[in-house]
């Protein structure tokens, strides 16, 4: 999953700002005592300024970045007047540096960037606003503000501290809960964040304690060799948040082989998967905790929107907001299906 220092901006719900509709046409020089020029939601199909943008991310070697490249696709063919000049995706810092500079050097209008690493990519960000070409920058965070025009990204504290209230409510009648956790890489910032989120949610309920962690990959065979670990190690718990749902695949597989169904099981991320293994409800995921890809899709609305100098509906400001911080939404039975059509496969 992404590494992402954690900005507290303006707070939106997983799908508020990637729907288009939010986005209106205001712009910033429009006198008061005159029409606005082009006073329409940005969402509908009605063209306006031609825009141009410049789309970077890293390999989509995991499904949620592959669901991130889909979500920025599928969201510039709604508009006939986005054009998106999408890279190839590299992990590897300095071909990715040279595929946004390529996007430089063609002048795009407005340029889209999700850094396989944002420390090693923001001098690249800077050239890009020093250039004149307003960045959107999606995600993992460059160093400084001055890279990016505006930020949007996931919540990783949140995500935590959401786990750690369902399973706390969940739990709050029983006496002597335990809990376990399978994190992600401890070497990623975001791993840590969603570790504090956890911890801090379950100092509210002094009837659970954490009796075991285990860090795992973020990927389906990490997932499982971790998960029988802690399985092999704790004979009684009752309930288990894992960071993410690819590796929550192999946690999954890992608990039918030792044939346990004694706890409830909170994900992390919004796989199609694990929706419809919550759906069906005849296992131990009974939850998961959004980190929504649909943050690609937003961040096209929001470079169609700088480059046509309008602003985010629903805000008194004619411009976009400097920051904005997804809500990790809580999906369980109750509300899944609402959420099915954007689980990533």
Same mark, same amino acid.
């Given at each position: 999953?992404?590494?992402?220092?954690?900005?507290?901006?303006?707070?939106?719900?997983?799908?508020? /700002?990637?729907? %288009?509709?939010? =986005?209106?046409?205001?712009?910033?020089?429009?006198?008061?005592? !005159?029409?606005?020029?082009?006073?329409? &939601?940005?969402? #509908?199909?009605?063209?306006?300024?031609?825009?141009?943008?410049?789309?970077?991310? &890293?390999?989509?070697?995991?499904?949620?970045?592959?669901? @991130?490249?889909?979500?920025?696709?599928?969201?510039?063919?709604?508009?006939?007047?986005?054009?998106?000049?999408? *890279?190839?995706?590299?992990?590897?810092?300095?071909?990715?540096?040279?595929? /946004?500079?390529?996007?430089?050097?063609?002048?795009?209008?407005?340029?889209?960037?999700? &850094?396989?690493?944002?420390?090693?990519?923001?001098?690249?960000?800077?050239?890009?606003?020093?250039?004149? @070409? &307003?960045?959107?920058? $999606?995600?993992?965070?460059?160093?400084?503000?001055?890279?990016?025009?505006?930020?949007? +990204?996931? #919540?990783?504290?949140?995500?935590?501290?959401?786990?750690?209230?369902?399973?706390?409510?969940?739990?709050?009648?029983?006496? +002597?809960?335990?809990?376990? !956790?399978?994190? %992600?890489?401890?070497?990623?910032?975001? *791993?840590?964040?969603?570790?504090?989120?956890?911890?801090?949610?379950?100092?509210?309920?002094?009837?659970?304690?954490?009796?075991?962690?285990?860090?795992?990959?973020?990927?389906?065979?990490? %997932?499982?060799?971790?998960?029988?670990?802690?399985?092999?190690?704790?004979?009684?718990?009752?309930?288990?948040?894992?960071?993410?749902?690819?590796?929550?695949?192999?946690?999954?597989?890992?608990?039918?082989?030792?044939?346990?169904?004694?706890?409830?099981?909170?994900?992390?991320?919004?796989? =199609?998967?694990?929706?419809?293994?919550?759906?069906?409800?005849?296992?131990v995921l009974k939850a998961t905790v959004l980190y929504p890809p649909t943050?690609?899709?937003?961040? /096209?609305? $929001?470079?169609?929107?700088l480059g046509q100098g309008k602003g985010v509906g629903g805000m008194a400001?004619?411009? @976009?907001?400097?920051?904005?911080? =997804?809500?990790?939404?809580?999906?369980?039975?109750?509300?899944?299906?609402?959420?099915?059509? *954007? %689980?990533?496969?």
């Amino acid at each position: 999953m992404p590494e992402l220092t954690s900005r507290r901006g303006l707070l939106f719900g997983s799908a508020a /700002i990637g729907a %288009g509709a939010l =986005l209106t046409g205001c712009t910033s020089n429009e006198s008061k005592d !005159e029409p606005a020029a082009n006073d329409q &939601p940005a969402a #509908d199909d009605k063209p306006g300024k031609q825009v141009t943008i410049g789309f970077a991310g &890293p390999q989509a070697d995991h499904g949620w970045l592959n669901a @991130i490249n889909d979500n920025a696709k599928s969201r510039a063919k709604k508009y006939s007047d986005v054009t998106l000049e999408i *890279t190839e995706g590299s992990n590897d810092t300095a071909a990715q540096i040279g595929q /946004i500079e390529t996007l430089i050097n063609k002048k795009v209008d407005v340029l889209v960037v999700l &850094p396989a690493d944002g420390k090693a990519l923001t001098q690249v960000g800077l050239k890009a606003m020093r250039a004149g @070409i &307003p960045v959107i920058n $999606l995600d993992r965070i460059f160093n400084t503000p001055q890279a990016y025009r505006c930020w949007i +990204g996931g #919540d990783n504290y949140g995500m935590g501290l959401n786990a750690g209230h369902y399973i706390g409510e969940k739990l709050k009648g029983k006496s +002597g809960a335990k809990v376990i !956790e399978l994190a %992600g890489l401890d070497n990623l910032e975001l *791993t840590k964040q969603r570790t504090q989120g956890f911890d801090d949610a379950l100092k509210n309920y002094p009837n659970i304690q954490k009796v075991a962690r285990q860090a795992a990959e973020f990927t389906v065979e990490s %997932g499982q060799a971790k998960m029988a670990q802690l399985l092999q190690a704790q004979s009684k718990f009752d309930a288990l948040w894992n960071h993410d749902d690819d590796q929550g695949v192999g946690a999954l597989r890992a608990i039918e082989q030792a044939g346990r169904d004694d706890f409830l099981m909170v994900g992390g991320a919004g796989a =199609l998967s694990a929706f419809q293994a919550i759906k069906q409800d005849d296992g131990v995921l009974k939850a998961t905790v959004l980190y929504p890809p649909t943050m690609a899709a937003s961040a /096209i609305d $929001l470079a169609r929107a700088l480059g046509q100098g309008k602003g985010v509906g629903g805000m008194a400001e004619f411009e @976009i907001p400097a920051s904005i911080t =997804l809500y990790s939404a809580v999906v369980d039975k109750a509300n899944v299906d609402q959420y099915m059509s *954007t %689980g990533f496969k």
